[in-house]
């Protein structure tokens, strides 16, 4: 099971393979096999920030996560620097990239997607000591498997399966 702090919403490992899937299957109707995305996540809530990831990188898109109270020079220079980009979550005035809204997945069971490669998987931003926030590729490509933690990030931590992490800083 997965909490959001803020809201202190859970979900189900099963929920959230279904929802990423639903979530997956919309970002491939927009074309981000022909022409990919950044997949910029904005928001505080820990189970949609889960479901979102995991969407974007079962589509093959890499995901770059943005506070939401970050600040408008900041988020324009950092966005700047990507190509299209896809936003999930919160909608902030100084990102004028493509967002897509929430949409609740249909009932019942989804055939599960064909493995996609997200190269890279995920990219963060530096602190900016020197200037605008830098973005740093931190896993290079990553494989989606049903059941394999981040591509294989979960092996080069021990992970076992149905194993329980606590988490205790911000995803």
Do not use: N
């Amino acid at each position: 099971t997965i909490r959001g702090i803020d809201q202190y919403d859970e979900m189900s490992w099963t929920e959230l393979d279904r929802q990423s899937e639903h979530l997956g299957r919309r970002l491939l109707a927009l074309g981000v096999e022909e022409r990919p995305a950044t997949v910029v996540l904005i928001t505080r809530d820990a189970v949609r920030h889960a479901v979102y990831a995991y969407g974007a990188w079962k589509a093959g898109q890499t995901v770059l996560c943005l506070s939401p109270g970050l600040g408008s020079a900041e988020g324009h220079a950092i966005l700047s620097r990507l190509g299209r980009t896809i936003t999930l979550g919160a909608r902030v005035e100084w990102d004028t990239g493509e967002w897509l809204a929430d949409e609740p997945a249909p009932t019942g069971d989804l055939p599960p997607l064909e493995d996609s490669v997200a190269a890279p998987m995920l990219l963060i931003t530096t602190g900016g000591s020197t200037g605008i926030p830098k973005l740093v590729d931190v896993i290079g490509p990553g494989l989606f498997v049903p059941g394999d933690f981040l591509g294989g990030l979960g092996t080069a931590l021990k992970r076992r399966p149905r194993a329980k992490a606590f988490i205790i800083t911000p995803l």
